[in-house]
């Protein structure tokens, strides 16, 4: 499978309008939102919604294309990124970002946007740790070495509360 970048930059863009004004809605939480709403619509449709490929990382599932099209997002002037230290001194960075305008729907659809509307009002209440940790309860995730590539044939597996499927 090959990103549709058109999808996935929307899919970007649409979660960053509706999300980054949430404090806790970092770069990990949008992460995690962006693998959920791929592989919760592939649980209900057999397929994906951007074909983005996920891999295994300490904190959870990380988008392989996010940096790059995150930086075509900020030349198009559609989001703008804003980098704190966690702490005064501290090597560690908090990444927020915000929608400097109101994302256009060319490319997803309305059977996908229901979707990802279902994770964005599970999830974006979440921070960090938390989203990480439930992150690593997905069979996709567990199942998977780190660092490799996430399989999207093991949402197939899921249990509860993860299994979006009417069973």
């Not at 980054?20 to 809605?25: D, E």
């Not at 996920?54 to 790059?68: A, L, M, N, S, T």
Request: net charge negative; glycine share 2%.
């Amino acid at each position: 499978m090959e990103v549709n970048t058109k999808k996935m930059k929307e899919l970007m863009h649409y979660i960053i309008d509706r999300c980054g004004h949430k404090n806790n809605v970092e770069k990990t939480v949008l992460y995690k939102i962006l693998y959920f709403s791929d592989f919760d619509y592939f649980e209900l449709n057999e397929k994906s919604i951007t074909n983005e490929t996920y891999q295994k990382y300490p904190r959870g599932p990380v988008p392989i294309h996010f940096d790059e099209l995150k930086n075509e997002l900020i030349s198009e002037n559609k989001i703008t990124e804003e980098i704190q230290h966690v702490f005064p001194g501290s090597k560690h960075k908090k990444f927020n970002y915000y929608s400097n305008t109101s994302s256009k729907i060319q490319y997803i659809n309305n059977d996908e946007i229901k979707v990802i509307e279902v994770v964005i009002n599970k999830l974006s209440k979440m921070n960090a740790r938390q989203i990480s940790e439930y992150s690593h309860k997905d069979m996709p995730w567990r199942v998977a070495w780190e660092y490799d590539d996430l399989e999207y044939e093991f949402v197939f597996y899921r249990s509860e509360p993860y299994s979006v499927r009417d069973n």
